[in-house]
Nanobody
Framework: QVQLVESGGGLVQAGGSLRLSCAASGSTFSFRTIGWYRQAPGKQRELVAAISSGGSTNYADSVKGRFTISRDNAKNTVYLQMNSLKPEDTALYSC??????????WGQGTQVTVSS
């Protein structure tokens, strides 16, 4: 089993920054990818950024150049540094861990609200 706990969300003005954290515990050694997803009210959940066990990263076009995903293996934590935030970045941000056995685990999410 894997447990994921997100933190770091909050209210920020447009142009500001936040750093989200996704702390993993349990059987995390066999992870394949860890991704940050977001869902705004009335919209479908979308992938924001992901990082593989090998360190490869990918980003949604809407956040390229503004968001950076990284990980600290010693702390079993994945971060999402979000800069130049826009009101359209407002959403519930959740992390998901995909294992090599193709199981997926979700955290509870952390709310990000960007005011204009």
């Amino acid at each position: 089993q894997v447990q994921l706990v997100e933190s770091g969300g909050g209210l920020v003005q447009a142009g500001g920054s936040l750093r989200l954290s996704c702390a993993a515990s349990g059987s995390t050694f066999s992870f394949r990818t860890i991704g940050w997803y977001r869902q705004a009210p009335g919209k479908q959940r979308e992938l924001v950024a992901a990082i593989s066990s090998g360190g490869s990263t990918n980003y949604a076009d809407s956040v390229k150049g503004r968001f950076t995903i990284s990980r600290d293996n010693a702390k079993n934590t994945v971060y999402l540094q979000m800069n130049s935030l826009k009101p359209e970045d407002t959403a519930l941000y959740s992390c998901r861990l995909d294992t090599r056995a193709f199981n997926s685990y979700w955290g509870q999410g952390t709310q990000v609200t960007v005011s204009s």
